[in-house]
């Protein structure tokens, strides 16, 4: 009898305990990786998916005037640019006809190395120019929170976002024990009017060789001091979202923008796996 899992040239892979979760690693070809996170123990169908890109020549360049290190990469150009629903390559592959950057048959939160990374690993020397430039080196990864294309943060259930912050506490800690690593920052960028060119819920981590100065100035503010002790009881009442046993979500009075909402944790803790499974899980 033919094995179905081979019938459509899918292999079959299966999850491994790590970290209170579980985890499948996939290789994906040029040192990329594809790691899928469950809550419970989980098998997954495994096609063919999208091929590596590679070039680009990612380096960074200093600006004359504030210092600041500026990425520039020419592989970004190439991204997919707000593909048809069906050519989403943040989709599970339903067989092994449409290729998809997750090519698994269904996934909860997936996180991979970034097709059109703007820093890599293996960095080629920068160019000769009239400023500094500097080797693009870092690691740029995709953040997919759901295989449901439809689906936000606001619509998923909170154990998932829970989930979501576990999975990024788990790469975030590893990214960080890369010696060539200094600073790791996972965000995302919402919405195409600022630029985001696929529709799929997902955000990214940016591993960075060098401490942003925005969050060096930010690190030095905690060096002497909390700046935000005691800020539930000296917020006014007006400006609190939220509040719970584990952080508090509020308006900050020094607000940048019109739309602006900080989710504070009451501990004072170095990153998001410091902050334990309980506090993330109070948090999402
Ligand atoms: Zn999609």
Redesign the pocket.
């Known amino acids: 009898m033919t094995d179905p899992l081979h019938e459509d040239g899918a292999t079959a892979i299966t999850s491994v305990a790590a970290d209170g979760l579980y985890r499948a690693t996939v290789p994906r070809g040029e040192g990329r990786r594809l790691y899928l996170f469950s809550r419970l123990a989980r098998s997954y169908r495994l096609f063919d998916g999208l091929p590596s890109v590679t070039g680009g020549s990612a380096h960074f360049r200093q600006h004359p005037l504030t210092g600041e290190w500026i990425s520039y990469s020419g592989v970004r150009q190439g991204r997919t640019f707000l593909p048809q629903?069906a050519e989403?390559?943040?989709?599970a592959m339903t067989s092994g006809e449409l290729k998809?950057d997750i090519p698994v048959d269904d996934y909860e939160v997936a996180i991979f190395t970034n097709r059109f990374a703007a820093l890599t690993e293996e960095a080629s020397p920068p160019p000769d120019m009239i400023l500094e430039t500097r080797p693009g080196t870092g690691i740029c990864e995709v953040v997919?929170y759901s295989?449901?294309?439809q689906a936000s943060l606001s619509t998923i259930e909170p154990d998932r976002v829970a989930l979501l912050l576990d999975a990024l506490a788990i790469r975030c800690t590893e990214l960080m024990a890369n010696a060539d690593i200094a600073y790791v920052m996972p965000f995302e960028n919402r919405g195409r009017e600022i630029g985001v060119t696929?529709?799929?819920?997902h955000g990214q981590i940016y591993a960075l060789p060098h401490i942003p100065d925005r969050i060096k100035k930010a690190a030095d503010a905690f060096r002497t001091d909390d700046p935000l002790a005691g800020l539930s009881q000296r917020l006014p009442e007006q400006l609190v979202l939220a509040k719970n046993k584990s952080g508090i979500a509020f308006v900050p009075p020094w607000a940048r923008y019109p739309f602006e909402i900080w989710i504070v944790p009451h501990q004072q803790v170095a990153d998001l796996a410091a902050l334990g499974a309980e506090a993330r899980a109070d948090m999402a």
Do not use: E, K, R, V
Not at 88 to 91: I, S
Not at 198 to 201: A, E, Y
């Open positions: 629903t989403c390559p943040l989709c998809t997919s295989a449901d294309h696929l529709d799929h819920p």
